[in-house]
DNA sequence: AAAAAGCATTGATTTTGATCAATGCTTTTC
DNA sequence: GAAAAGCATTGATCAAAATCAATGCTTTTT
């Protein structure tokens, strides 16, 4: 149990035996169907998630009433609405499981206690956001420069587990696209 | 002098006289005028800057030589090639100053040292990309889920400052439109 | 003070992506 | 194993933004 969120935690910051014990304290494990929330709008996000195994999405609703994904994850990566884990308002994303998923939850008091307590937890996280915020920046910089046959090829290349996992329509409201839209470009593309 | 630098880091972690001392052996000012380039593409990003006064812009530039502006900011805001800075690639972006400006620039190394010294230090590192991870984050949201229309005036209710500071050009570039297309949402939004 | 450069706006046209609609698969569900 | 739901694709039409082009201001530069 937490083999993954472990093994993820001492490739950043190494930590001791007793350290391990310390944090496992503070884990929450948790299993999800396809199809259930971890998360719903309007809620209060009281924990952040790391993904031991499944795939999860977050989305959010615009007035509409159209889905638009925001961040995919899979096993290794962390999900959450962190505005809301962090200000402690109402959070604007809802995030499902897509796929059957074991969870390692670290809850915002545990978060705040290890950030206390243990040095080490603070690096990890510094770590986790600084990852988080290189990858998106990515993908802003993706958006606005470049074409989007470009876009997509890009997408696949960093991220081929994620095409492979997930159905096209979904890749697609990432992307800010409709289907038919993302269909023909990938028509598009296998035409050169 | 640093005298915003230290108003910003100690409204985030409160530092005694000694340890401000010690932080000031490691920041260097630099001034740079209108025009004048802070970091350009393919050089190593060897430092990050905290704006004392002025404003700037981090921007790039595609395959067909368009300019895409990324990034502003101001008096009191961060800004860098973060994933140049961390890895020790190459910068994708070009910075330069959009007025005359005063930084605080903090090496790599300054930064390292800094890191392992001053565990208040890496909170205020850890606060500084959190917050800029959920400022991109919204960023990225809005132009996922939200109208044109609405983008804007949510750009305006959010950076107010930016607005009045930044010629209508370089905002449309921001927002990844052309400057007619933007000058005719801002046209269509007074006519209500 | 004159010339040049930078900027915002408007109009006409073209390009791109969204929308509406239908079809054929494949995967779930009962 | 039949019915239903979910999904990707294709076609036709519509809407939105980009592009091309021109004009009148400001602000810089010299």
Known sequence: MYELFFQNFNTKVALTKEEETLIKNYLIPKKLRKKQYLLQENEVCKSYAFIEKGALRAYSVDDSGNEHIIQFGIEGWIVSDLYSFLTGEPATYNIDAL??????????????????????????????????????????????????????TNFTKAYPEIIQRVPQHMIASYMGLTPETLSRIRKRISAK
Chains 1, 2 share one sequence.
């Open 99 to 152: 796929e059957d998923s074991e969870l390692v939850l670290i809850s915002k008091t545990a978060h705040e206690e290890l950030l206390q307590k243990l040095p080490k937890y603070e690096t990890f996280t510094r770590l986790n956001i600084t990852g988080a915020y290189i990858a998106m920046q990515k993908r802003l910089t993706s958006i606005i420069s470049s074409p989007l046959e470009e876009r997509y």
